[in-house]
Nanobody, 120 residues
Framework: QVQLVESGGGLVQAGGSLRLSCAASGRTFSSLSMSWFRQAPGKDREFVGSISWNAQNTYYANSVKGRFTISRDNAHNTLYLQMKNLKPDDTAVYYC?????????????WGQGTQVTVSS
């Protein structure tokens, strides 16, 4: 079993930066494909990006490509989301999630979310 806890959210002005962290418990984190999702008020949950277990493959939604970077530190069971040039449209609750592989359809593990608010 893996538990995920996000942190690092907050209020930032447009054009600013934030780095989110997702701390994982359990010894299987290093084998998991990890992703970030976000959900804005009144909108569906949206895929932000993902990273393979060994960090060799990363994927990003077009809306964040070039501005967001996903990384991981398997030695410390932590996933990161570096966000730059933030826009008001990036305002959402951000969630980390884990699954068995890049092609596993279901995410088995979810965090509780951290709020990111970008002011114009």
């Amino acid at each position: 079993q893996v538990q995920l806890v996000e942190s690092g959210g907050g209020l930032v002005q447009a054009g600013g930066s934030l780095r989110l962290s997702c701390a994982a418990s359990g010894r299987t984190f290093s084998s998991l494909s990890m992703s970030w999702f976000r959900q804005a008020p009144g909108k569906d949950r949206e895929f932000v990006g993902s990273i393979s277990w060994n960090a060799q493959n990363t994927y990003y939604a077009n809306s964040v490509k070039g501005r967001f970077t996903i990384s991981r530190d398997n030695a410390h069971n932590t996933l990161y989301l570096q966000m730059k040039n933030l826009k008001p449209d990036d305002t959402a609750v951000y969630y980390c999630a884990g699954r068995g592989s890049d092609v596993t359809p279901k995410y088995s593990y979810w965090g509780q979310g951290t709020q990111v608010t970008v002011s114009s």
